[in-house]
Nanobody, 120 residues
Framework: QVQLVDSGGGLVQPGGSLRLSCTASGSIFIINSMAWYRQAPGKERELVATITNLGSTNYADSVKGRFTISRDNAKNAVYLQMNSLKPDDTALYYC??????????????WGQGTQVTVSS
């Protein structure tokens, strides 16, 4: 089994910054793509940013230029640096990873979520 633990959320004022972290552990052979999603109250979960195991990134239009996704393959970790935060960024943020485990089975795993609240 594989576990993802995400952290780093909190309350921040508009214009502020936060850095989310997510670490994977367990029976991991290789982690393929990693991503961050978010879900605001009353809305569907949406993709925020993705990063491949070679470092190629992709962002939702709403966060381009403000958020940066990165990963540390040695630590099985993915990060989301969020700058110039807006109230509309308020949501529960989840990390996501496509993992090939040591039995060579491929599955998608989710973190438990970390709350980001942007408010004055």
């Amino acid at each position: 089994q594989v576990q993802l633990v995400d952290s780093g959320g909190g309350l921040v004022q508009p214009g502020g910054s936060l850095r989310l972290s997510c670490t994977a552990s367990g029976s991991i052979f290789i982690i393929n793509s990693m991503a961050w999603y978010r879900q605001a109250p009353g809305k569907e979960r949406e993709l925020v940013a993705t990063i491949t195991n070679l470092g190629s990134t992709n962002y939702a239009d709403s966060v381009k230029g403000r958020f940066t996704i990165s990963r540390d393959n040695a630590k099985n970790a993915v990060y989301l640096q969020m700058n110039s935060l807006k109230p509309d960024d308020t949501a529960l943020y989840y990390c996501n990873a496509g993992v090939t485990d040591r039995t060579y089975s491929r599955k998608v795993y989710w973190g438990q979520g970390t709350q980001v609240t942007v408010s004055s």
